[in-house]
């Protein structure tokens, strides 16, 4: 099984799993190759769903770009709406930066969102069932 492949069958079910239980799932894949690591929900640093920490100096990663502005040298600037679902990600200095390894982390954050209401919105309908 490729990582893509991998990557999106454990998107397309996020819903039905738990915080811890999905951690344990993406920690799994990753270490045995069929996720990337740029390609999780979850944040096996913090433990938490990947736009609930993303703001944090360990994610930052000038090597690899990950919310990096090369030409300012810069960490970029997060922002997250849990409400509208929208992910942003800049640098305070020039308002650009982005780059490949952020667009993916972009993404990942906008999953991760999407996953948290999908469980919000089934509970809503489980309780009221």
């Known amino acids: 099984m490729n990582t893509t492949t991998q990557a999106s069958a454990t998107r397309l079910t996020p819903v039905s799993r738990t915080l811890p239980v999905l ?45 990096w502005c090369r030409t300012c040298a810069t960490a970029l600037t997060v922002s997250i709406d849990e409400l509208s679902g929208a992910v942003t990600m800049s640098c305070p200095r020039c308002g650009h930066g982005g780059s490949a ?12 969102l999407a996953a948290v209401r999908g469980r919000s919105a089934g509970g809503s309908r489980q309780r009221a069932a």
């Open 23 to 67: 951690l344990a799932m993406e920690d799994d894949a990753e270490d045995v190759g069929r996720l990337s690591p740029d390609d999780r929900l979850t944040c096996h640093v913090h433990g938490r769903w990947i736009h609930q920490c993303v703001a944090s100096p360990l994610h930052v990663n000038p090597v690899t770009r990950h919310r």
């Open 101 to 112: 390894a952020s667009a993916r982390l972009t993404a990942a954050c906008r999953a991760s």
